[in-house]
């Protein structure tokens, strides 16, 4: 590393070495002062001259570690900065998590199958069937694990300032835990469509082998492949049916950015679009 380099460390650590160049000019002096005893002259410049090259090799080695930590710097701002956008997509989505789900993601596992046997779950005020908050939470279905390399299907939930954002008519009756609810649901039936995608045939039963060749052909087309996706069919509740809330629903998140829609053969077949 050359004294005009432009590194921080350049200027403190060519004064130093200048200060012992400064140095052995004057030892070399104070020796040719001594050429009248030839016998210790010689002695004492080799003495002097390794100790110099053993200061000037530490130096070298203190410059080199110093430009190793200041090459290092950008790295670890990088770091910082995607760690804080992590943050923010984190703190995004706990903000925005709807009650019942954020219960579930709390709670021990001792809590979550106590909590379904809750009194409130229950209505018995009238003989007409009622639906409240706890039947539209999301009913925990055993989903085979990811295989190691893909992904779990996005779950980018919307904000309250998104949901306000629309037009009255657009957004009509539907809360911000309706829609959120939706798209946990949707996620899990993209997740559900990639684990028949990647499945082994002999490992499916045989009713599920025809659609699983079905969702293999949707895949490996250009506008879905290597992307997660759920068909309309799967649509079956409980958090999103195929009446006119569950159409306005699928309205706000392809205006919101979270679907794309589009027509594979007789299937309408809709993407999940990550948060950029």
């Known amino acids: 590393m050359d004294a005009g380099d432009g590194s921080p460390a350049a200027s403190?650590?060519?004064?130093v070495a200048a200060a012992f160049k400064s140095r052995v000019v004057e030892l070399q002096d104070l020796v040719l002062a001594r050429s009248m005893f030839p016998a210790?002259?010689?002695?004492?410049?080799?003495?002097?001259?390794a100790s110099v090259t053993a200061m000037e090799t530490q130096v070298q080695d203190i410059r080199r570690h110093l430009q190793e930590e200041f090459d290092a710097i950008p790295k670890a701002k990088r770091?910082?900065?995607q760690s804080l956008k992590q943050q923010e997509?984190?703190?995004?989505?706990?903000?925005?998590?709807p009650s019942g789900m954020r219960e579930d993601v709390f709670a021990t596992p001792f809590e979550q199958s106590s909590s379904r046997m809750r009194p409130e779950c229950f209505n018995?005020?009238?003989?007409?069937?009622?639906?409240n908050e706890c039947e539209l939470k999301i009913k925990e279905e055993p989903v085979a694990a990811p295989k190691k390399g893909r992904a779990p299907a996005p779950r980018w939930y919307i904000s309250t300032e998104e949901l306000n954002s629309l037009s009255s008519y657009m957004r009509g009756r539907l809360t911000l835990e309706k829609v959120n609810i939706a798209i946990n649901e949707v996620a899990s039936y993209a997740d559900a469509n990639a684990h028949l995608v990647t499945c082994p045939k002999q490992k499916l039963s045989a009713d599920m082998l025809d659609k699983a060749l079905e969702l293999r052909d949707i895949a490996a087309t250009g506008a879905v492949k290597g992307k997660p996706f759920f068909l309309e069919v799967d649509i079956k509740g409980p958090g999103l049916k195929l009446d006119n809330t569950g159409k306005a629903i699928l309205t706000v998140l392809r205006h919101l950015g979270r679907i794309h829609e589009t027509r594979i053969g007789r299937h309408r077949v809709f993407l999940l679009l990550k948060q950029a």
């Open 12 to 15: 403190p650590l060519d004064a």
């Open 40 to 49: 210790t002259a010689l002695p004492d410049l080799k003495s002097v001259d």
């Open 79 to 81: 770091l910082i900065e």
């Open 89 to 97: 997509k984190l703190q995004h989505m706990l903000a925005n998590l």
């Open 124 to 131: 018995f005020s009238s003989s007409v069937p009622e639906y």
